[in-house]
């Protein structure tokens, strides 16, 4: 028991994803400096593309503070993933201008082409669908971003082709 928190032993932790040298030595680093935590956490989002639930244990430990405080930012914080996303990342656009110009449409044909609702990965693993606020290209709307491609004057129509891409 620690700080109220049930921890796994590091034998358990290191049975699961254990934590990367460099990735040790980058909570090292930042481990006194001011606004450490939110940094962290971004350094291992960086390296395991989500916060593992292992590593935010392995996080709490080395800097000896409750797991509470790091769920606490995980999940204020939109930027953080607590699971793990698909190899793709796909990004639909619900701004104004790409709502106006059909959005939720775009959405509800990914749902249907992929077999997943948006905010969740495909069971291949393959994709992962989200919505987001804005990608500042109104101009352009509706937009798709699949990982730093952007897809403009989108239609439900040019979808298939778009997702094909990825299968090659």
């Known amino acids: 028991m620690w700080r109220g928190f049930m921890v796994p032993s590091k034998e358990s932790v290191a049975e699961g994803l254990a934590l990367r040298d460099n990735l040790r030595k980058s909570i090292e680093e930042w481990r006194e400096r001011p606004g450490n935590l939110i940094m962290i956490l971004h350094r291992v989002q960086q390296e395991y593309r989500y916060v593992p639930r292992e590593i935010a244990f392995e996080v709490a430990r080395?800097?000896?503070?409750?797991?509470?405080?790091?769920?606490?930012?995980?999940?204020?914080?939109?930027?953080?993933?607590?699971?793990?996303?698909?190899?793709?990342?796909?990004?639909?656009?619900?701004?104004?201008?790409?709502?106006?110009?059909?959005?939720?449409?775009?959405?509800?044909?990914?749902?249907?082409?992929?077999?997943?609702?948006?905010?969740?990965?495909?069971?291949?693993?393959r994709f992962s669908l989200e919505t987001v606020r804005c990608v500042g290209c109104c101009g352009l709307a509706p937009v798709l971003m699949a990982e730093d491609e952007v897809y403009g004057k989108l239609s439900t129509e040019k979808l298939p082709s778009v997702i094909s891409h990825y299968y090659r």
Not at 74 to 88: A, N, S
Not at 117 to 125: F, Q, R
Request: glycine share 10%; net charge negative; aromatic share 10%.
């Open 62 to 125: 080395i800097l000896d503070i409750p797991l509470a405080k790091i769920y606490g930012i995980l999940t204020f914080y939109h930027f953080f993933k607590l699971k793990k996303p698909g190899e793709i990342n796909l990004h639909v656009c619900t701004g104004t201008a790409c709502y106006m110009k059909g959005a939720s449409e775009l959405v509800d044909e990914l749902e249907s082409l992929l077999d997943v609702n948006a905010g969740g990965t495909t069971s291949d693993g």
